[in-house]
């Protein structure tokens, strides 16, 4: 009887050896045996083939595609094109998976068939002092667990980790697969997916180890710079306005300083017609920045209801303030502002 795994690992490498083989023993090392390991090689020069050809030797559910040196993006699709489980399980070449993840998430979306995508928590792999924002980006996606925070949070950054997301191999036949761009492509796939009405969960028990090495992609590819993340989303979040908002309301945003105007303008350019500023340094306050438009203190906003708010100050402590000097005045989060920054 032909083997039918329960789920297809998904694991694009370049150049990759020096952490690829604990990656993938901690996938031979999993609770849930029913799996498949598509590993593709995109074109590696250093010791990724001797690697796999050592594990291919010993272990028949990996399964190894090659290709010429293209990208991470078509690396994935490629794997996606191969993978013949129902579920896709992500891995990355420098991560390791606990001995359960598998099982876990596998069971998590047969009970919720609600749900297309599931998360983890993660452990941070790396030097919580020397890399403190990415330690700080990790407590963040740790703390969105149910669908509806995920959902609401998703224009402040990706809320989810790449490498430890597991989804129903339909959603790319429905919605595409990963895209070429200017833009980190998780965060473009979570977005689209999302816009399509795709909902997405949270295991909340720690199931993947996701390292952060130096030559980690998000660290040294301009498509994982800020600026980036700003461009992506701003399609996005103009298309969200415009659905949720009905009536329109004059769009707000809090924070006047030159980066949060620069940002801003992206969304400006996607249609968004930007009404006024909103920040607490009083030397803004009745000031006209970015193109003539009013700044005002928090205090001078009219009722909830009349406008819409978007957070956009990029420090987390001052979207904090904002989102609770807001929640303190009877500001809801996603009726009457929302945090995208």
């Known amino acids: 009887m032909p083997f039918a795994p329960r789920v297809s690992v998904v694991l694009p490498v370049f150049n ?77 070449a420098d991560d390791e998976a606990f001995p359960d993840r598998l099982e876990m998430q596998a069971d998590f979306l047969d009970r919720h068939p609600d749900i297309g995508v599931a998360g983890c928590l993660v452990e941070f792999g790396g030097c919580a002092m020397r890399a403190a924002g990415y330690a700080l980006h990790v407590d963040w996606v740790n703390s969105l667990l149910s669908p509806e925070s995920i959902e609401i949070n998703r224009f402040v950054e990706a809320p989810l980790a790449h490498p430890s997301v597991m989804f129903r191999a339909e959603l790319p036949e429905r919605h595409g697969g990963y895209r070429e761009g200017p833009f980190p492509e998780d965060y473009e796939l979570w977005l689209r997916w999302m816009e399509a009405g795709v909902k997405f969960g949270k295991v909340n028990r720690t199931l993947l180890r996701w390292n952060d090495p130096p030559q980690r992609l998000s660290r040294a590819d301009a498509r994982y710079s800020t600026e980036a993340f700003y461009r992506c989303k701003a399609g996005y979040l103009a298309r969200w306005l415009r659905a949720h908002l009905a009536p329109p309301r004059p769009i707000w945003i809090w924070g006047a300083g030159r980066p949060t105007r620069k940002r801003a303008e992206w969304l400006a350019s996607h ?34 209801g009349e406008i819409f708010v978007l957070g956009y100050v990029g420090k987390r402590a ?19 502002f929302l945090m995208a920054a």
């Open 16 to 92: 990759g050896h020096q952490t690829l083989g604990k990656a993938l023993d901690s996938i031979r090392n999993q609770t849930l045996q029913e799996w498949e390991l598509v590993v593709v090689d995109d074109g590696s020069t250093d010791g990724t083939a001797e690697t796999l050809a050592f594990y291919q030797a010993r272990e028949p559910r990996l399964r190894l595609v090659r290709q010429p040196h293209t990208g991470i993006v078509a690396a994935l699709n490629a794997g996606l094109k191969a993978a013949q489980a129902r579920l896709i399980a992500r891995m990355d």
């Open 318 to 336: 001052a979207r904090s303030l904002a989102r609770n000097l807001l929640a303190a005045r009877g500001w809801l989060e996603g009726r009457d």
């Open 271 to 304: 249609g968004v017609s930007i009404a006024g500023y909103v920040d607490i340094d009083p030397r803004k306050q009745g000031r006209r920045l970015g193109g003539g438009r009013e700044v005002v203190a928090p205090e001078d906003l009219p009722p909830a």
